[in-house]
């Protein structure tokens, strides 16, 4: 059983900057793939970024690339979301997620087997 906690969201001007964590329990997170996803009201769940076991692979969105920058710390069991340049359409309940086999690269939500409660981004234009 894998437990994914974020935090670091909030309210934020357009332009603005937030980085969002995500502290997982369980001794082999060095094994999971990672990933974020975000859901705006109304919307589907969509895909953000994702991060190798290692952490030398990263892969995102077409409309977060450049902008924002995925990481991890597998020592702390913790993966980042560095977000810069943030738009008013970025504003959505982030979620990190984990993915325990296959792969590392997944960009689709039932590709993940854990997620976290989610943590709210908003940014006023």
């Known amino acids: 059983q894998v437990q994914l906690v974020e935090s670091g969201g909030g309210l934020v001007q357009a332009g603005g900057s937030l980085r969002l964590s995500c502290a997982a329990s369980?001794?082999?997170?060095?094994?999971?793939?990672m990933g974020w996803f975000r859901q705006a009201p109304g919307k589907e769940r969509e895909f953000v970024a994702v991060?190798?076991?290692?952490?030398?692979?990263?892969y995102y969105a077409d409309s977060v690339k450049g902008r924002f920058t995925i990481s991890r710390d597998n020592a702390k069991n913790t993966v980042y979301l560095q977000m810069n340049s943030l738009k008013p359409e970025d504003t959505a309940v982030y979620y990190c997620?984990?993915?325990?086999?296959?792969?590392?690269?997944?960009?689709?939500?039932?590709?993940?087997?854990?997620w976290g409660q989610g943590t709210q981004v908003t940014v006023s234009s």
């Open positions: 997620s984990a993915r325990t086999s296959g792969g590392w690269y997944a960009t689709k939500a039932y590709d993940y087997d854990y």
């Open positions: 369980g001794r082999t997170f060095s094994m999971y793939a």
């Open positions: 991060i190798s076991w290692s952490g030398d692979r990263t």
